[in-house]
T-cell receptor
Framework: AQKVTQAQTEISVVEKEDVTLDCVYE???????LFWYKQPPSGELVFLIR??????QNEISGRYSWNFQKSTSSFNFTITASQVVDSAVYFC?????????????????FGKGTLLTVNP | SQTIHQWPATLVQPVGSPLSLECTVE??????LYWYRQAAGRGLQLLFY??????ISSEVPQNLSASRPQDRQFILSSKKLLLSDSGFYLC???????????FGDGTRLSIL
């Protein structure tokens, strides 16, 4: 069964600090995707990144970076020089195929989320 | 560009009343469509998904049902709401290949 664990329920930092959000997953699939979503106080889920299970190259996008390590089944997310606008709940998610024929349709299993509060 | 619309944004209903939440997608065809519920405590639970018109898969046994009468329309319904149906309901769509799912703004449902 698919499982995503975000052990950090809440994190509080002061502006300009770096912060890392942890994500550990379990799957028996050989091919899968990992995602991070941001949920600001307004409630909508905003897509941040998708990572293919075959691509372990780390990725950086501005102040955001992601560290995918298949050996430890982890997909951690780091925000550098955090800002107040980064305050939100962050979700890690894991895909699983819903196609018996191996197509591209999938569903997501989400972690319980990490509430990040960045204080001025 | 593709957009997803959910309505209503907020709904307050008495126990035992019916429910109909609607989700529509624009700018794409044959999307995968999903209904999620987020109860207090933040976890997102997949309720239903659909890969085509009239094709509905249920993930958890519950008091709700879903329908897809048109390619880009996904409806979440209930004949009689329970207190436990309260929550934040999110609709999502996905296009071809392994694109990410994109979410609507959600409906906050309160049952009194």
């Amino acid at each position: 069964a698919q499982k995503v664990t975000q052990a950090q329920t809440e994190i509080s930092v002061v502006e300009k600090e770096d912060v890392t959000l942890d994500c550990v997953y379990e799957t028996r699939d050989t091919t899968y995707y990992l995602f991070w979503y941001k949920q600001p106080p307004s409630g909508e889920l905003v897509f941040l990144i998708r990572r293919n299970s075959f691509d372990e190259q780390n990725e950086i996008s501005g102040r955001y970076s992601w560290n995918f390590q298949k050996s430890t089944s982890s997909f951690n997310f780091t925000i550098t020089a955090s800002q107040v606008v980064d305050s939100a709940v962050y979700f890690c998610a894991l895909s699983s195929s819903i196609d018996r024929s191996g197509g591209s349709n999938y569903k997501l299993t989400f972690g319980k989320g990490t509430l990040l509060t960045v204080n001025p | 560009s593709q957009t997803i619309h959910q309505w209503p944004a907020t709904l307050v209903q008495p126990v035992g009343s019916p429910l109909s939440l609607e989700c529509t997608v624009e700018g794409t065809s044959n999307p995968n469509l999903y209904w999620y519920r987020q109860a207090a405590g933040r976890g997102l639970q997949l309720l239903f998904y659909s890969v085509g018109i009239g094709q509905i898969s249920s993930e958890v046994p519950q008091n709700l049902s879903a329908s897809r009468p048109q390619d880009r329309q996904f409806i979440l319904s209930s004949k009689k709401l329970l207190l436990s149906d309260s929550g934040f309901y999110l609709c999502a769509w996905k296009g071809y290949s392994n694109q990410p799912q994109h979410f609507g703004d959600g409906t906050r449902l309160s049952i009194l």
